[in-house]
């Protein structure tokens, strides 16, 4: 089983066996080293072989959800299918894979996926009673939908972090509230968005730092003179209990590539929370 990505400094294709995937390696064309990324990093990235890695699985499921994908079922997957079967030219990866049932894994055979369900929505349409038997006491259920084609160049979203049902709050103010390693492939932005809640009031600020692996900034000197790493930040003012949401923004440079972190700090004076968040870099 080899895994196939492009290398994460200069964008070469490259490829090592699925079992080194975590270890680093050397790029054939650039000689930089790096680790390759994991398939939760890049989606694109992809099995040669017969069969997925669990791993790739956890992803897509994470992506797409436990429920088969065909519109109108519901049950839960029990398999992976290829949105673009090999055949065809599809790829084991990511971005390739949809969780669906048995039945409908089994009806869909060696077709194109987005084809076959449009052929399935289609039927349904044509199944659908017509308009002079009488069913005006009946009420209008709409004819499944097929899926929107998803265009062939996807623009980058790579989750980095995400919570939902907590209660972030700043201990200390250079001790950050979130840490995660991102690998930085097309990220050019990294995006916090979250939702908060103040008991009392005050003013506070959230913070995005980030740095390219290795080049920690020091968070204790942020919001001093001394600081010189990359950040943006949100103000939030209350005056009484409050919630709301947010979202923070931080343009990262051209260079490095490779592996960098984003960190979130809370700061201020009064009880701030975080109750959900997700942070994500995009293109
Ligand atoms: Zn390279
Ligand atoms: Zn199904």
């Known amino acids: 089983m080899t895994w196939h990505y492009n290398c994460p400094e200069c ?33 694109c990235a992809y099995i040669s072989g ?20 065909v519109p109108g079922c519901f049950a839960t997957y029990d398999t992976l299918i290829l949105r673009k079967p090999i055949s065809l030219g599809g790829r084991i990866s990511v971005d390739n894979l949809l969780p669906a049932c048995f039945r409908h ?46 265009p062939e160049v996807v623009s980058c979203v790579q989750t980095i972090a995400s919570g939902c049902h907590l209660n972030l709050r700043s201990v200390q103010p250079d001790k950050p ?43 204790e000197k942020y919001g001093s003179e ?12 209350v005056e ?7 979202c923070v923004v931080l343009e990262l440079p051209v260079s490095p590539a490779g592996r960098w972190k984003a960190a979130v700090l809370l700061r201020g004076s009064g009880d701030f929370r975080i109750k959900e968040f997700v942070l994500a870099g995009i293109d």
């Open 11 to 43: 964008g070469s294709p490259m490829s090592v066996d699925w079992t080194r995937h975590k270890e680093e390696t050397v790029c054939r064309k650039c000689r930089r080293r790096h680790y390759p990324p994991t398939p939760d990093e890049d989606h």
């Open 50 to 69: 017969q069969k997925w890695p669990p791993e790739m699985e956890q992803v897509v499921i994470s992506r797409r959800g436990t429920i088969c994908v």
């Open 105 to 150: 894994s089994r009806e869909r055979g060696e077709r194109d996926y987005d084809e076959w369900a449009r052929e399935l929505a289609e039927q349904s349409a044509t199944s659908m009673p017509k308009e002079s038997e009488d069913v005006s006491s009946l009420p209008k259920l709409p004819p499944w939908s097929a899926p929107e084609p998803t």
């Open 177 to 219: 509230v979130v840490v995660a390693p991102f690998l930085r492939g097309p990220v050019r932005r990294v995006v916090f968005d979250f939702e908060w809640e103040v008991l009392g009031g005050g003013d506070f600020e959230v913070a995005l730092v980030a740095w390219p692996r290795g080049e920690e900034p020091g968070l």
């Open 226 to 237: 001394d600081w010189d790493g990359l950040a943006a930040k949100k103000e939030i003012q």
């Open 240 to 246: 009484r209990d409050a919630r709301g949401d947010g």
